[in-house]
């Protein structure tokens, strides 16, 4: 029930909260360990390009975002290390984009980061707690929750 101390706004505003909370941790923690120019629209980059690469427009499409809009960031990812570009095998005319050693790194060590943090979170609320949440939210959200258009969505 919303009752003036729990308005129905407070809701996203607390997930949100509780995303970006995780979010920035995980990237202090990414920073100490080697990787402090990784940024999280990063991630979903890292993830949307998937194990055996894309092509600019393909992870434009995956991020919601323009092809432009990929390529920038590509090139950024590209300079720190984390992605290549290489001629496609199957296309010479074609560029793949592709996740580094480097890249691999700092999305194993994310994994690992947020293997703590959820460690974190439940030693403070309570293993059932934690657990509880996760199944609640997996109840209220659509099959298709780790879509990695993120990006694009929020810049709209």
Partial sequence: MTTPDRPGFALPLLLL????????????????????????????????????????????????????????????????????????????RRKLVRVTAKGHDGLLRSAAVFDQLRERWAATLGADRVTAIEDDLRRMVPADVFRLDVPGWFGG
């Fill in 17 to 92: 909260a509780g995303f970006r909370t995780l979010v920035d941790d995980l990237h202090v923690e990414l920073a100490r360990q080697g990787h402090p120019d990784l940024r999280p629209a990063h991630g979903f980059v890292l993830q949307a390009v998937g194990p055996a690469g894309t092509t600019a427009s393909d992870l434009g499409h995956r991020l919601g975002v323009s092809k432009q809009a990929a390529g920038k960031t590509v090139d950024r990812l590209v300079a720190l290390g984390y992605l290549e570009r290489v001629d496609d095998p199957a296309d010479a």
